[in-house]
């Protein structure tokens, strides 16, 4: 993949491969360590390695004077609330000796022009709501907060239980969608 140059000329970022998804975990496993959810950080390389290769998710990453700084991990959404298509962005992360030299801004930056230039209209993420700086450092790009909705899942296994109860639904065709092999869950 090409550097893409910014106005920091210590500062590129590059476009994430399939074959960066280990590195894209990493990342991840940051984050998590960080926001004190590392154990709710469970991607694989062969996970994120298929999501990225299918191109329902994609990586930008960040390099420093040589180093790879930072990360974003995003995928495009629509929302029947507005009618919008934007990009979510799943995982942020700038390595913490690196933070103040306004590498985020920079990626939120890129990533807003990548938005537009895929036509979309909005650009959204989550945040924690005690992580202050992030909070105040999101306000200064004049995003504002959603928080009149949390959000909730289903895991794999309340996902397929869930499925079952669907009239017709046979275990044998969840197994062969979900994919049983530990790769996939």
């Known amino acids: 993949m090409p550097n893409i140059h910014t106005q920091d000329p210590k500062f590129f970022l590059q476009m994430a491969t399939p074959e960066d998804a280990a590195l894209v975990v990493s990342f991840m496993k940051k984050l998590g360590a960080f926001q004190k959810m590392s154990d709710k950080i469970t991607a694989t390389p062969e996970r994120i390695e298929r999501l990225l290769a299918a191109k329902q998710g994609e990586a930008v990453f960040g390099v420093y004077d040589g180093t790879t700084v930072g990360f974003a991990y995003f ?46 209209e909005m650009l959204e993420w989550g945040c924690l709501d005690w992580n ?13 907060c959603v928080d009149t909705m949390r959000i909730y899942r289903l895991s794999p296994e309340n996902l397929a239980a869930t499925a079952l109860l669907f009239k017709g639904t046979k275990q044998a065709e969840l197994d062969a969608s979900l994919r049983t092999d530990h790769a996939y869950r």
């Open 75 to 120: 995928h495009q959404k629509s929302s029947a609330f507005t009618g919008r298509l934007g990009l979510y962005i799943d995982g942020f992360f700038i390595d913490e000796s690196m933070r103040g030299k306004r590498l985020g801004n920079i990626m939120m930056q890129f990533l807003s022009k990548h938005a537009l230039d895929r036509g979309c």
């Open 132 to 144: 202050t700086p992030a909070i105040e450092f999101y306000q200064k790009l004049g995003a504002y």
